[in-house]
């Protein structure tokens, strides 16, 4: 039987809200006491002084891109591994965006088996609601459900379909599946590289409003009504999306939401002179949006924090805005940019955990998040103080475009455990 003990910890427990020094044991993988005191006495185990630092549970990421099968010089299941290890992270929930879309059994199946060897961390793979994302034809749900899919979702491309869209969440709700939706009004939002307004204007930029955002998810919150399925919006970004969430969610529909942590952290003013590694979709937002999502997050409206990780290679990023690949990188940088408003003394870092680890655990139907005996031990024990400038050569990802590249960031990861096992150290 092995034994590790966490001394001298700051535990972070998004459970109780609860801050405070005290000590952990793990045996074979699972948590086996939590103690008060910072340093008791356990025979035979191996010691890890926290030095007062943090430990919190694993980080829970959904909605990561693992570019395998089709574009592995973007990012495979190793590099995405480490990269998540190195962030925090212990379990990252796929994107089925792949070439060719995880919409069959087998290509499911090929992905999980390339994860299971290759990567460091847990991975849970997502399928495609309809075949090739196209939406016209709903997948196997029932199927792909069995090989391993744990959520259902057609990504960045909209159902636009409204009668094959209901088709499929009431099917998904016979199978008490989840469906994810990315809530942009798509005709609307074709072709926009930013946020409509006057910063948009004076750089001559196509633009989206934000009400493209509440219109999508006004059409999907009417489904639920209509289907009762199990309904996840992958990125609430704008205030005006946020009263229909709260009614939603007081009408008691199955419905969650989460944030990317860029759209928590920057805003319009950031692409500033077309810096094209801030292009992101839907496209940053105004300050004022973003202040009213960090309060989202802080009174628990908007339920989870992801990275949306979202490799790109240099020669779809260098191009004019207007043509440049959408996305960033953010396995790495997910802990130290969503510390930012930890800092700021915006959010705590027990609220913070519930929306990073605890929440997307409960979604997930995972027994992770917590700090308590009987739960997996994955773990991460991080200085929440410590300054760093981020050189975006040193990622561990493939790809590099991370808008926070020579950013001045605080909170660097001293060691990730996944299961007990110590998997990423600084």
Request: glycine letters at 8%.
């Amino acid at each position: 039987m092995t034994k590790t003990l966490f001394i001298n910890a700051r535990l972070i427990d998004p459970v109780a809200q609860t801050d405070s020094l005290g000590a952990l044991l793990v045996k074979d993988g699972m948590i086996a006491e939590v103690f008060e005191t910072a340093e008791p006495e356990v025979k035979g185990a191996v010691v890890v002084n926290c030095a007062g630092h943090c430990l919190a549970p694993g980080i829970v990421d959904i909605g990561v891109k693992v570019s395998e099968p089709g574009e592995r010089h973007k990012e495979s299941f190793r590099s995405a591994g480490r990269a998540a290890a190195a962030g925090g992270v212990t379990t990252i929930v796929t994107r089925p965006d792949t070439l060719p879309a995880i919409d069959t059994p087998e290509v499911l199946e090929f992905v999980a088996r390339r994860a299971a060897q290759d990567a460091a961390v847990r991975v849970l793979p997502m399928a495609a609601l309809t075949k090739g994302r196209e939406g016209r034809e709903m997948t196997e749900i029932g199927f792909l459900q069995d090989a391993g899919a744990v959520a259902f979702t057609d990504c960045d491309r909209v159902i636009t379909n409204t009668k094959v869209f209901s088709r499929a969440l009431t099917y998904a709700n016979s199978l008490d599946a989840l469906v994810i939706a990315h809530v942009q009004e798509p005709n609307l939002s074709d072709g926009a590289a930013v946020t409509s307004g006057k910063f948009a204007s004076l750089r001559g930029l196509p633009a989206v409003s934000p009400m493209a955002e509440r219109m999508a998810l006004d059409r999907d919150i009417a489904l639920l009504e209509m289907t009762g399925a199990r309904y996840h919006a992958d990125q609430i970004t704008t205030a005006r999306a946020l009263p229909a969430l709260e009614r939603a969610k007081r009408n008691g529909l199955r419905i969650t939401a989460g944030v990317g942590v860029h759209h928590l952290t920057l805003n319009e003013l950031d692409v500033a002179d077309y810096r094209t590694f801030f292009k992101l979709k839907p496209p940053l937002r105004s300050e004022n949006d973003r202040l009213a999502v960090v309060q989202a997050v802080a009174d628990g409206l908007i339920d989870i924090i992801c990275s949306m990780h979202t490799p790109q290679d240099e020669e779809s990023k260098r191009l004019p805005y207007e043509e440049a690949a959408s996305g960033a990188v953010g396995l790495e940088t997910l802990l130290p940019a969503a510390l930012r408003l930890y800092h700021a003394e915006m959010i705590s870092l027990p609220q913070l955990f519930a929306a990073l680890s605890l929440n997307p655990s409960r979604l997930m139907g995972l027994e992770t998040g917590r700090l308590r005996e009987g739960a997996p031990a994955d773990l991460v024990w991080f200085d929440p103080d410590a300054p760093f400038q981020l050189d975006r050569t040193n990622l561990q990802s493939k790809s590099k475009n991370t808008p926070f590249d020579g950013a001045r960031l605080q909170g660097v990861v001293l060691g990730t455990w996944v299961g007990g096992t110590l998997v990423g150290d600084k």
